[in-house]
């Protein structure tokens, strides 16, 4: 509680026994003398002014009285203002609180000690707008008070400033009022008072800051006649500089600009400079400027913007405006003086009117501040030598105010004491109406008669001294003057302070307030833009009053409005509960200490404080209700009986247990004193608490009990529902499984079914060539027999010699078969193999001796196969054929057969004519189909024996008798069950393949005829009938019904219009492309186009209907339609080519189907010649059955076949430069293709094979499911975009496209195909892969090996003297890497002797396989290589080389070829393809314990490595390749199959479905009255339709009508137009809102448009992007505060992305993305505005083929996730805080992420790096990247880039560099890396985070700097520059505060703090930063 001590005094005078003036003039001044300035008058605060700094307002203080009631501490103002918030929070009453004193007593001060008491309770939540309040007091000040006589800091103007609280309680923003600002003051100043405090900070400023002087011509102050210095006077420069600081921090904290700053002190520069300004007299008729104005004159033309002209104009000369007619009069030289004064004046005024309108702007609560607590700060009493007419408002103000006080404090009171009879003392207290009267009431006052004088045109000021001389004489309270000598020029008025004398010159002029209309229409020219925005902004005061500037009688003077704004005032006050805090003045010397008595007793008498006293302490300031008090205070009795009221309130009373003195009872009130009330709510507040405890404990117990059964009652559902979808899942599960094995079953049932049919062909095939050669056999058996027995007898004495001669004669056997075997051996069961040696058998001698164990071994196993033929023969002649013995079999077999089927079991390679001679081997093409009687030579036994045994077994299984000789045939014969399963199922399935074409030949062969006149009338819409392009309905026509219309509707039109689209649509754009369709369809039958033109209008229909499903139907229709009774033959053959062309495209939907068949083949019947042909074309191609529709319209070339009714032939070219052309059909696909050419070259097996399309920008492999025709289209459709496109003559194009045939999937590597034709092509594809594109690591040994080998195959056996011109071609048998070493002249010896030494004597299919043989030993032969840029970091190059494999993948070295790493396929987990840009990531198992690699030096970085990330253009051919190879990491194209699966799923029924959501959703907000209905618009339609008659009306109605509603177009007035895009500004919102929000959300659509690339005249306009951010942010701030305007906003978006006439347009993009960035923020709050939103994106979505649809798919997948925002950008893993316990270096891992970070810094330029250190560096980076300088690098900027920022790079001195470079030599990689950190390291801020800010609060430092942030505080450097200008420590940082834009940071003590303001717009990462290292710092301390 207050302390009462007698040495401090009587802390609250109403407790003071005695009561008079002289003992409380006594207790003040006791208080005073104890540094105790304030005292309590009840709840009236008396502040006396200390003129000294007291520590009673720091934090300290503020904590204690924060939340403590009024009284219980000593009085102190923070305790008023806490009481004040309170009554705020509690009572939710709007309060205000009063400050009044005279000047000097302190108002100012205590104002700001209220507004940083209210800042400091509610810091935690809006500091920043507090800071704006604090701060805009602090430019109020700068430019709103002076030093005057009693007052060094004297507020010359009033405010009222609203702190307004939000919902929560905290401030949200202020409204400051100003009161008549002091504005004779800038031109004049009496003795000893100085001009507004900012004119000598500013001028101070420039007298310390060269740059400020220069920019705004300032002078010493001495200078400037307007700032009164005399030489005597000392003006402190540094403090008014540091003065000049503050404000401009202010100026940056309220977020002003720095242009508008700067024009405000060019402003107050120019009005100095004004004052300067001497004129002189010209014959005392006019004046003009001395020489010493032309400095001034050019200054002020300057800083204004100003022409020099026009200022003199305005400075010499007056215009006089007389019913339009301007007069220019010249000013006197005394008018000229007071022109200029005036301009100062308007000039300073403006500016001052337009900075408290632009704090309040700054500072405006918006909607959500209803509450406020008012500060009022206004002008004290003044009574000076000289008073004017400020100090008659002045005073005036004072009395009004003093007037309201005696009125709420003694008159109300009293008033309502007499009503309610209760006992009380009287109390006096003096009245000042009479002087209110005098000055203010109509019709005859002080103010009426000076605004008479001014309305008159020759008003006085004696002339209004006379009026009020004569008028007031006898008031009580009006003086004529001190004395009858200033009777003339004085008045008096007896305040209730005292008397005044006013001198009455000037008062006139300046209650006229003359504007200078002529100065700031000159300004409004200006260049500089606040100059020119200053001269146009008007008063708001103005702008509401219903006067006129420019009239002069009718105008508001300057007394009328601020008469006006204090009665407004005082209206304010009166809906407020007022606080009063009395400010008293205790000495005029302005000095501590001095406590003068009689000043201060005057002060208490007219503030009437012994009387506020003695009613305070006698009276009872507590009123209530009788029924508001039983209603409060009735908890507190048991018995709640009213039946006599005055006892209940009696008992409720004496429960206090106080004595009556203390309350009275009233008639209808009570009446209380302070300690009664505070008791009362003491108890009532704890009986409410314990009552509140007993309902909440067992309102706690009943909710936890219902949340119990609620839980469970939605637990029980949730298991009923998770158990019933689990069943659900795993019958789904169980049912998609069934259908997958029962597909896996049918597929293996069929293709056994399949190899049954070919084998059971291929038996029977074999038995008729059976009987057919053992009928031969039969009829020349007898006659061979002798033959055969003297053929064996020859043999047997052959074999006989043979075996004789064995040891002297080579075996022939030894040069090919075992050669071969042992390298395919060598290829397929060894490791590792000698590369470099591995044909070093070749340069042998082909002759060997007897004992040499190869020939043995050959011999042995050729007597073995001798002998197993042996024995066949024998089983086959006993078995099968009744031959008599073995030498029979044996000729039979000498005889040779036809063509036999290749081997089906793997030969010994290569197959079997490998012993043929090249000269006896007879050459053909490589693709041309090969027999096997070409390779095959009667002569050779080996080839004999084999043919023999395959037919053998051929034959013997026919028979059944061997079926192990057979592994293919004879699987069937195993087991007599299962054979006849199996061709128990083969019939089946031959029945069901009857049946499936039995089925299809009646679906198109059906008789039904199907007429289209039927699918006319039920699904066409009605055309009424054309007569010259009018619509005509006359009786006739009428008469004819619908059919009759439709059935026109299906025979030729000769006509280009057609009203609408035959067939019904639902989206209103491709109604009028089908309009278009049909007028381009008309305009290319009848038109003789050139071919150009016809091809386009061809490619143009097909391509609508390839893009739009809706429309292929019309297209067939608007054919099938002008191709009936079409009387021309050539109109008619065109249309029938558009249909064969759109056939194959795209096929009819289902509806049109059967009707489009029978019309081809009624057509088929009727038609004849070329048509018929055509009706042919496509009846065939109705039967196709590829599933996806063409992606392209078809080309120049599909064209001129399909005239010629044919198809392409397109050429494929092969590895060696060969081709073949094929037949292909508009349906082939690349998967058909390869079908045709393996049947065409004979090719067993197109497993793996592929065509890729070759461009002059790269190769890319065809997916078999693509069309060959659309990539032709797409070719043509490149090429003709390009400029220099040459068309031939047979319509092939001149560019390098063409088909490429080759391997693509290498399944084994290991193993060579028993194929001769895919060996041959695999040896093409190798020799490729080797010569031209180097892919394979071959030594210059290998390599003339592999050339040798390629040399026999093109040449054949060397001759003896071989030419040099077979060898010239070195690049076609050697790599470039290896040519390149040699001169060509000395390559051609060593190819021919390479030819000679490694391929003499082998034939070709000998060298192939060799060739394949040594290449395959290579790991990276097989594999498909792409070139990638890794991601990452590693000690290899960036550019490699990713080679998948079929085993898995490879990392390989660009350079060398080596393998770096390899993955298995096992060892990958995924394989994620970034959709959206050139990023592949391959992540590994987590389980896997270490990356297969094979690299020179092991790297435990890399093998811990768990994701490889490469960036690559061709990662969707990588992906596919990888799953062709290992399908189990298919996740990659999900999405791709998804979207896929939608394409198909989605289908027209569809799209008309989620259109009818649309409209539903439309109609449902018209029905709600959500949207506004759009205003009717005038013009010829509205005039015209007001001239038809009511039945006319009804008949357009009835005709029109039907088709407008069917689309959904218009609905109660809603027309299609309104939901629709549009280009043009809208006059109005969409949705219902109040007016104030219209203005705002029509410039929101405005800023759309601006955003898209529109202008309000809807053209296109271009805008940077950082404009279109800005815009971005703009919107969604303005429309993010209220829910109106955010759906309001989300349907003007919807609007701008409905029905774009181009999807794909920047306009339409742009449009969705701002939709898709406000989905990701947040949603409408309208229920049915989000239905309408998701109604909108699913249609949308549904658009598979535009961006737009993939705009529409991302903002829905965003709306579920709006609540957890989520942006898709770019995430980066880096260091954060930089705190030593967080930085482990011996983590290798850590420590080569922390150096790319640097390296990153270091580019990013956040390291101040010398030229010098900048040299070290990219040495170090050389050195590391690199290695030793073995020569000098003439450019080190590719490596500088690395680690220099761009702005080092090209000034890099190169020698310096490598001199650097060279002293490194020897230097490891490690060492250099370590070498690098530590020059970083010694910079002392190297682990700070350095930020990019500017700052403009001060000029001693630059306005560009870095803030550094690093563990032990934070630092401002000079940019780019170690120079630290300041350093705080988190100890000392007190708050900080982020805004959007800026950041405030406030350091130092409670009694001396320094704010510091950065622009930046990292504003709240920085504050992040700084917090998390506060909390570490704490922490750790």
Request: charged share 25%; glycine share 4%.
């Amino acid at each position: 509680m207050m302390s009462s001590d007698r040495k401090v005094g009587v802390a609250d005078m109403t407790t003071m026994s005695e009561l008079d003036e002289i003992g409380i003039n006594e207790n003040l001044n006791i208080r005073y003398c104890s540094d105790i300035i304030y005292t309590y008058t009840g709840s009236i605060l008396i502040a006396v002014n200390p003129y000294k700094t007291i520590n009673i307002y720091n934090k300290q203080y503020i904590s204690e009285y924060h939340k403590c009631k009024l009284g219980y501490l000593s009085p102190h103002v923070f305790a008023l203002a806490e009481a004040a918030y309170t009554s705020i929070v509690d009572d939710h009453l709007n309060q205000a609180c009063v400050i009044s004193g005279e000047s000097g007593a302190g108002k100012t001060e205590t104002t700001k000690f209220i507004l940083q008491f209210l800042c400091s309770i509610t810091s935690d939540i809006s500091s920043w707008v507090q800071q704006q309040i604090l701060e805009a007091n602090t430019i109020l000040e700068a430019f709103g008070n002076a030093k005057t006589i009693k007052n060094d800091n004297s507020s010359r103007f009033g405010k009222f400033m609203q702190v307004c609280f939000d919902d929560h309680n905290c401030i949200k923003g202020c409204i400051i009022q100003d009161y008549l600002l002091e504005q004779s003051r800038i031109t004049y100043q009496s003795e000893g008072e100085q001009n507004y405090h900012i004119m000598y900070q500013l001028v101070a400023q420039g007298q310390k800051n060269i740059d400020i002087a220069k920019t705004f011509y300032l002078k010493p102050p001495e200078y400037y006649k307007y700032l009164n210095i005399k030489s005597t006077e000392q003006i402190n420069m540094q403090l008014e500089s540091m003065k000049f600081d503050a404000v401009t921090m202010a100026f940056t904290v309220l977020q002003i600009p720095q242009f508008v700053i700067d024009g405000v002190f060019k402003v107050l520069s120019s009005i100095l400079w004004l004052g300067n300004i001497d004129f002189m007299d010209i014959d005392g008729e006019g004046c003009d400027f001395s020489n010493s104005d032309k400095e001034a004159i050019s200054n002020i033309s300057n800083l204004l913007g100003m022409k020099r002209c026009d200022l003199q104009k305005v400075l010499l000369i007056r215009q006089l405006n007389v019913r339009g007619n301007i007069t220019e009069i010249p000013l006197k030289i005394k008018e000229a003086v007071e022109n200029r004064h005036a301009m100062a004046k308007a000039l300073y005024s403006k500016t001052f009117t337009w900075l408290v309108t632009k704090i309040n702007s700054c500072t405006n609560p918006g909607q959500g501040g209803a509450k406020f607590l008012g500060v009022l700060d206004i002008f004290g009493f003044e009574n000076f030598t000289h008073n004017s007419f400020e100090q008659l408002c002045i005073n005036y103000t004072n009395e009004k105010l003093h007037k309201f006080f005696n009125h709420y404090v003694f008159a109300l009171e009293q008033s309502i004491y007499v009503q309610e009879e209760i006992f009380f003392n009287h109390v006096k207290f003096t009245d000042n109406s009479q002087c209110l009267e005098l000055i203010e009431k109509a019709p005859r006052c002080v103010f009426k008669l000076l605004t008479e004088q001014c309305h008159m045109p020759k008003g006085s000021d004696s002339a209004y001294l006379n009026n009020m001389h004569s008028e007031f004489e006898f008031h009580p309270n009006y003086i004529k003057g001190s004395d009858r000598r200033h009777w003339e020029t004085d008045f008096g008025i007896k305040h209730y302070a005292g008397s005044v004398i006013y001198s009455v010159n000037g008062f006139v002029k300046k209650n006229r307030d003359v504007q200078q209309d002529v100065l700031f229409d000159y300004m409004s020219f200006s260049e500089d833009v606040f100059i020119k925005d200053l001269s146009k902004f008007q008063d708001p005061q103005f702008i509401s009053s219903s006067y006129h500037r420019g009239s002069s009688k009718s105008k508001c003077t300057v007394s009328d409005t601020f008469r006006n704004q204090l009665q407004s005032l005082i209206d304010v006050l009166q809906n407020t509960k007022p606080w009063y805090v009395r400010c008293i003045k205790p000495n005029l010397s302005k000095r501590p200490n001095s406590y003068n008595h009689s000043l201060v007793l005057d002060q208490l008498k007219y503030l009437g404080v012994v009387d506020i006293i003695r009613i305070r302490r006698e009276g009872f300031p507590i009123h209530l209700c009788h029924e508001d008090f039983v209603i409060k205070y009735k908890c507190l009795l048991k018995n709640r009986s009213l039946e006599n009221l005055h006892k209940y309130i009696t008992d409720i009373l004496e429960t206090i247990d106080l004595p009556k003195t203390e309350w009275q009872i009233g008639k209808t009130k009570i009446f209380l004193r302070g300690v009664v009330y505070e008791l009362l709510e003491d108890n009532r507040k704890t009986k409410n608490y314990n009552s509140a405890v007993i309902i909440q404990k067992y309102w706690k117990r009943f909710y936890c009990f219902k949340s119990f059964l609620r839980i469970k009652l939605a637990v029980l559902k949730i298991q009923y529902a998770y158990k019933g979808w689990k069943l659900r899942i795993r019958f789904m599960r169980m049912r998609r499984s069934a259908i997958v094995i029962q597909s896996r079953l049918r597929g293996v049932f069929a293709r056994e079914v399949a190899t049954a049919l070919r084998e059971m062909r291929l038996v029977d095939e074999e038995m008729k060539k059976r009987d057919k050669r053992n009928e031969q056999l039969t009829n020349v058996q007898s006659n061979a027999l002798a033959d055969c027995e003297r053929l064996v007898q020859v043999e047997i004495g052959v074999l006989s010699q043979i075996s004789e001669n064995i040891g002297d004669i080579p075996n022939p056997f030894t040069d090919a078969n075992d050669l071969i075997n042992n390298a395919c051996e060598a290829s397929i069961l060894q490791d590792s193999v000698d590369l470099d040696n591995i044909f070093a058998f070749l340069g042998e001698s082909t002759e060997r001796a007897l004992g040499n164990p190869l020939i043995e071994e050959i011999n042995d196993e050729m007597n073995n196969l001798v002998k197993d033929l042996d024995d066949e023969i024998e089983l086959c002649m006993h078995n099968g054929e009744h031959f008599k013995n073995r030498e029979i079999g044996k000729s039979f077999a000498t005889k040779g057969v036809p063509s036999l089927p290749e081997p089906t079991v793997p030969p010994p390679p290569p197959p079997a004519s490998v012993g043929i001679t090249p000269k006896k081997l007879k050459p053909e093409p490589i693709y041309e189909a090969i027999n096997a009687n070409k390779l095959t030579n009667s002569n050779e036994k080996p080839n004999e024996n084999y043919v023999l045994l395959q037919y053998k077994i051929l034959q013997d299984n026919n028979k059944q008798s061997f079926a192990s000789y057979s592994p293919l045939l004879g699987k069937y014969q195993l087991e007599d069950g299962r054979q006849e399963r199996r061709r128990q199922r083969v019939e089946k399935k031959i029945c069901e393949l009857n049946c499936i074409e039995d089925g299809h030949k009646d679906i198109h062969n059906d008789d039904t005829f199907y007429n289209i006149l039927e699918f006319a009338e039920n699904y066409f819409n009605t055309h009424d009938l054309l007569k010259d392009d009018n619509f005509i309905s006359n009786p006739s026509e009428k008469a004819e019904n619908i059919a009759d219309y439709k059935h026109k509707m299906t025979i030729f039109l000769n006509s280009d219009i057609i009203p609408t689209s035959h067939i019904h649509m639902y989206d209103p754009e491709n109604v009028l492309l089908s309009c278009n369709i049909f007028r381009e369809l008309w305009k290319y039958m009848h038109a003789d186009h050139n071919a150009e033109r016809e091809l386009q209008i061809i490619q143009y229909i097909i391509g609508l209907g390839i893009e739009r499903e809706e429309l292929r139907d019309e297209i067939f229709v608007q054919c099938i339609r002008q191709s009936r009774d079409n009387p021309n033959d050539d109109w008619a053959d065109k249309i029938w080519l558009l249909m064969c062309l759109s056939i194959v495209a795209f096929q009819p939907s289902k509806l049109l189907f059967r009707y489009f068949v029978s019309f081809i083949k009624n057509s088929m019947k009727n038609l004849d010649g070329k048509l018929r042909q055509y009706s042919q074309w496509c009846f065939d191609n109705c039967k196709g059955t590829k599933v996806s529709t063409r992606i392209y319209p078809p080309s120049s070339v599909e064209v001129a076949a399909m005239r010629r009714l044919g198809t392409i032939v397109c050429r494929f070219f092969f590895l060696d430069a060969r081709t073949k052309a094929i037949d292909v059909h508009p349906t082939d696909t690349a998967g058909d293709a390869v079908q045709k050419l393996a049947e065409k070259l004979n090719l067993a097996t197109t497993d793996g094979w592929a065509i890729y399309q070759s461009r002059p920008d790269g190769e890319e492999h065809i997916k078999s499911f693509d069309y060959l025709y659309d990539i032709i289209s797409a070719w043509e459709l490149k090429q003709t975009s390009g400029s220099g496109t040459k068309r031939l003559a047979n319509g092939s194009q001149s560019g390098e496209n063409r088909f490429v045939f080759k391997k693509r999937l290498f399944k084994s590597t290991h193993e060579l195909s028993q194929d001769p034709v895919e060996i041959s092509m695999l040896y093409s594809q190798a020799v490729y892969s080797v010569v031209k594109k180097d892919e394979f690591p071959v030594s210059e040994k290998v390599a003339l090996q592999l050339a040798g080998l390629q040399a026999q195959v093109a040449l054949g056996d060397p001759s003896t003297q071989p030419k040099p011109e077979y060898y010239s071609d070195i690049s076609s048998f050697l790599p470039s890497r290896i040519s390149k070493t040699r001169e060509q002249q000395f390559w051609i010896p060593i190819l021919a002797q390479a030819h000679r030494q490694y391929g003499s004597s082998r034939n070709e299919l000998t060298a192939k396989v060799l060739y394949l043989s040594c290449v395959m030993q290579y790991p990276l032969y097989g594999t498909t290589m792409f070139r990638v840029n890794y991601k990452g970091f590693w000690n290899f190059v960036s550019n490699i080389i990713l080679a998948i494999h079929c085993d898995g993948i490879m990392f390989v070295h660009p350079e060398d070829k080596s393998v770096i790493y390899q993955l298995k396929y096992e060892d990958i987990e995924s394989i994620i393809l970034d959709p959206s840009d050139t990023f592949i990531t391959i992540s590994v198992n987590r389980s896997t314990k270490q990356l297969h690699k094979n690299s020179r030096e092991k790297n435990s970085i890399i093998e811990s490595q768990k994701c490889f990330v490469f960036e690559t253009s061709q990662k969707n051919d990588i992906g596919s390749l990888i799953i062709s190879y290992y399908p189990s990491l298919s996740n990659w194209i999900l999405n791709i199959v998804e979207c896929s699966k939608k394409i198909k799923g989605t289908t027209n029924e569809d799209r008309i479905r989620l259109y009818q959501n649309v409209v539903v959703c439309r109609r449902q907000l018209v029905d709600m009255n959500i949207v506004k209905k759009p205003q009717e618009m005038g013009g010829f339609l509205r005039n015209t339709l007001r001239r038809l008659s009511k039945h006319r009306l009804e008949k357009l109605r009835s005709e029109q009508g039907s088709k407008v509603l069917d689309h959904g177009e218009t609905y109660k007035g809603f027309s299609h137009s309104f939901w629709a895009f549009s280009k043009q500004q809208i006059s109005f919102c969409l949705s219902t809102i109040f007016d104030e929000d219209e203005s705002i959300m029509v410039q929101v659509f405005d800023s759309i448009l601006t955003f898209s690339g529109l202008g309000t005249s809807g053209e296109a306009i271009k805008r940077a992007e950082d404009e279109h951010v800005r815009i971005v942010q703009s919107i969604m701030e303005k429309c993010m505060k209220k829910e109106s305007l955010l759906n309001e906003l989300y349907l003007q978006l919807i609007k701008q992305t409905t029905d774009h006439p181009d999807a794909n347009s920047r306009v339409n993009l742009k449009n969705w993305a701002l939709l898709s960035v406000l989905c990701s923020v947040i949603l409408p709050s309208m229920k049915s505005i989000r239905k309408y939103l998701i109604a909108h994106l699913k249609r949308c979505s549904s658009d598979f083929l535009s961006e737009e649809g993939k705009y529409a798919r991302f903002a829905d997948q965003l709306n579920p996730k709006t609540e957890a925002r989520k942006h898709h950008y770019i995430f980066l893993f880096k260091k954060h805080l930089f705190f030593d316990n967080y930085i482990n270096l011996d983590d290798t891992v850590e420590k080569e992420l922390l150096y790319h970070q640097i390296l990153h810094s270091l580019r990013s330029e956040r390291y101040p790096i010398t030229e010098m250190e900048a040299i070290m560096l990219t040495a170090l980076q050389s050195q590391l990247e690199l290695g030793d300088c073995n020569e000098i690098l003439n450019d080190y900027r590719a490596v500088a880039s690395h680690c220099l920022p761009p702005r080092f790079v090209p000034n890099i001195p190169h020698e310096a560099v490598a001199m650097h470079h060279q002293s490194l030599r020897g230097m490891l990689p490690i060492e250099a890396k370590k070498a690098f950190l530590n020059l970083i390291q010694s910079w002392p801020l190297h682990r700070a985070t350095i930020f990019d800010v500017m700052q403009s609060f001060t000029s001693n430092w630059p306005r560009m700097l870095w803030l550094a942030i690093d563990q032990k505080g934070i630092h401002l450097l000079e940019h780019r520059s170690r120079n630290i200008l300041c350093t705080h420590g988190y100890d000392s940082i007190i708050s900080f505060s982020p805004n959007l834009n800026s950041l405030m940071i406030i350091t130092g003590t409670e009694k001396k703090q320094s704010k510091v303001i950065l622009s930046t717009s990292q504003a709240f990462q920085i504050t992040t930063l700084i917090r998390e290292y506060s909390e570490i710092v704490k922490d750790v301390k």
